[in-house]
């Protein structure tokens, strides 16, 4: 089992940056891939990012492609994802996800979840 737990959540404003962090316990060792997905009220979950746990290899969505970067930190079983020229539609909810097999933008493909993190994004 892996536990998921993000942190780094907030208010900002529009031009603003955030770092999001995602902490990683357990069988971290098992981990092939984590992502970070966003959900805003009323739509779907949304890919936003995700990096290969063993290689800088990531996937960045083309909604936030040049202004969202995401990066690890093996030692310290975390994920980062940094987000910088926010804008009032990158407003939802963030949910870490990691999987031992796979690297995919599909959400329903990742085995374990984080609890999610509140990003509001005010003009």
């Known amino acids: 089992q892996v536990q998921l737990v993000e942190s780094g959540g907030g208010l900002v404003q529009v031009g603003g940056s955030l770092r999001l962090s995602c902490a990683a316990s357990?069988?971290?060792?098992?981990?092939?891939?984590m992502g970070w997905f966003r959900q805003a009220p009323g739509k779907e979950r949304e890919f936003v990012a995700a990096?290969?746990?063993?290689?800088?290899?990531?996937l960045i969505a083309d909604s936030v492609k040049g202004r969202f970067s995401i990066f690890r930190d093996v030692a310290k079983n975390t994920v980062y994802l940094q987000m910088n020229s926010l804008k009032p539609e990158d407003t939802a909810v963030y949910y870490c996800?990691?999987?031992?097999?796979?690297?995919?933008?599909?959400?329903?493909?990742?085995?374990?979840w984080g609890q999610g993190t509140q990003v509001t994004v005010s003009s």
């Open positions: 996800a990691a999987d031992r097999t796979t690297l995919t933008t599909m959400y329903d493909r990742y085995e374990y």
């Open positions: 357990g069988r971290t060792d098992s981990i092939y891939a």
């Open positions: 990096i290969r746990w063993s290689a800088f290899s990531p």
